[in-house]
């Protein structure tokens, strides 16, 4: 075991922030009430109950549409410095366009921020977090382009409605799962499958909408609302296989560029990474293909695009090992275009979800390597955090939450890394999509099969607010457990 002594003791700076994320679909419930239209999830959870594990759906979830004051005392009681929540599209917007605002929607987010802000909570709003309206879908969805003039027309409401209060807004969360998920594979909502072709049309849309946004909060409310707009934007690490070989050099550089740069490369620079624009060139023509299956930015697009992000938002859960594929050109695919081979190694602790193994230094070079290709941006953690099956003395999300915020705070102290916050994923167990209400990310326990969906605090939730207050881990640290009060 470590002897935990001898590790320095750093401190978060003083601006330093802190807070816990959810996502309307997750939390919220009120799925037909008060106006709100029907999003992709909705009826993809409705049309195909049996395709989510425990045939569930986020009708109810966690009932946050009419408990949302509870979970602002549940974010006071942890001493966070601000709550990142997302707005449901289609319960402002019901046919997903500006003829029909729906009144009682702007009322909930402006209850939600008001209760925020009295409790001495800052309201960090993400505006798509993958509840498209149904009626964007049924033209097509994000591929179809026209979808960045609705988006930018849906910001316009946020920003006029709420921009006096929210200085923190995110676009999007996750081009990578809305699109690889949602067109690619086919996976997530709305179910679509085409593979190395409409996942790239679905992030070429994304991207401009997201440029767009900035752009429009650069002309019409910067000045009177001095806010900042990012975008959270998620990636694993892609550690070499062998970090001594160049190829598998070679294809941690690939994996990253092609699965992260394929984002932050154009919010930063204005285009996708020269390498990716290569490879999927080539590939496609080895295809058959008259052109490149990857759509291409004008060059006043480009222009636009470029510096469109005032902080940049990480998801990071978990790492692979990485090294190159043979290749050999296939069928269309994203994956096949990246052309590396990626596993977990079987000694990383495992969660609940397959996907997400326990690795901490993945964190601490996924940040340097930003910090390497970006220039050193502000980098606010959007979401990071651990899945089980519900314990309330949730040791393995102890565990995680302190080995990664070591490794975070390394990368600040010894890197020298601008990480200036942290969001835990979640605040509360939630609908974790395809999974269901199967596997738990909460710092609080709910209960679904409670009508009222009571939240019981776990343990991660004390060691998580002693952190969040003492601006330090102390690996000591143990709350009065099991609780006296509450
Ligand atoms: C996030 N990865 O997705 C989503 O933003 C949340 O809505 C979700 O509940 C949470 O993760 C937990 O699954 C992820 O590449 C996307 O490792 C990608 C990764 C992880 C999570």
New binding site residues.
């Given amino acids: 075991s470590f002897a935990f002594a001898d590790l320095p003791d750093y401190y978060f700076p003083d601006d330093f922030v802190f807070g816990t994320a959810t996502?309307s679909y997750?939390v919220e419930g009120g799925w037909n009430e008060d106006g709100k239209g029907e999003s992709i999830w909705d009826v993809g959870t409705h049309e195909h109950a049996d395709w989510v594990a425990d045939n569930s759906n986020g009708d109810v979830a966690c009932d946050s549409y009419h408990k949302y004051k509870e979970d602002v005392q549940l974010l006071k009681a942890l001493g966070v410095n601000f709550y990142r929540f997302s707005i449901s599209w289609p319960r402002i917007l019901p046919d997903g366009k500006i003829d029909n605002v729906n009144q009682a929607g702007i009322d909930y987010y402006n209850n939600l921020i008001n209760e925020l802000l009295a409790n001495g909570i800052e309201p960090y709003a993400t505006m798509y977090?993958?509840d498209l309206p149904q009626p964007l879908q049924d033209e097509g969805g994000w591929p179809n382009r026209v979808l960045a003039d609705y988006f930018v027309d849906y910001a316009r409401v946020l920003f006029d409605n709420f921009g006096d209060r929210v200085k923190h807004w995110m676009t999007f969360?996750?081009i990578?799962?809305i699109c690889e998920l949602g067109y690619g594979q086919g996976s997530f909502a709305p179910y679509v499958n085409g593979p190395g072709v409409e996942d790239y049309q679905c992030t070429h849309t994304i991207l401009l909408a997201h440029g767009r946004t900035y752009r429009l909060y650069d002309e019409n409310y910067r000045s009177q609302q001095n806010g900042l707009v990012g975008i959270?934007i998620?990636?694993?690490w892609n550690e070499p296989n062998n970090p001594d070989s160049a190829d598998d050099q070679q294809a941690s550089e690939q994996a990253m560029q092609m699965n992260y740069g394929w984002f932050v490369n154009p919010v930063f620079n204005g285009n996708y990474p020269d390498i990716m624009i290569q490879r999927i060139h080539d590939i496609s023509l080895q295809q058959g293909y008259s052109e490149s299956r990857l759509p291409e930015f004008t060059a006043d697009e480009q222009q636009m695009l470029k510096g469109t992000v005032d902080f940049l938002g990480l998801?990071?859960?978990?790492s692979y090992m990485v090294y190159l594929s043979d290749g050999g050109v296939g069928q269309p695919d994203h994956y096949a275009d990246v052309g590396v081979v990626s596993y977990q190694d079987p000694s990383w602790p495992s969660s609940a979800?397959s996907?997400?193994k326990e690795v901490p230094w993945g964190i601490n070079r996924n940040l340097v390597w930003i910090k390497n290709h970006y220039g050193n941006p502000p980098v606010l953690i959007t979401?990071n955090?651990w899945?089980d099956t519900g314990e309330l003395e949730d040791n393995g999300r102890v565990d995680y939450y302190r080995n990664y915020l070591y490794e975070i705070l390394k990368a600040i102290h010894e890197d020298g890394c601008n990480v200036i916050g942290y969001t835990a994923?979640?605040l509360m167990d939630?609908f974790?999509?395809m999974s269901g209400y199967t596997?738990r990310?909460g710092l609080h326990y709910v209960d679904f099969n409670d009508p009222e969906r009571p939240r019981t605090r776990k343990l991660s939730s004390y060691v998580f607010s002693n952190i969040v207050t003492t601006k330090h881990i102390d690996w000591d640290y143990k709350p009065d457990w099991p609780p006296t009060e509450n």
Avoid at 315 to 318: A, R
């Fill in positions: 996502a997750q977090h993958w969360n996750e990578m799962s959270a998620d990636t694993s998801n990071h859960y978990t979800s996907w997400l979401e955090g899945s994923w979640s939630n974790e999509w596997q990310f």
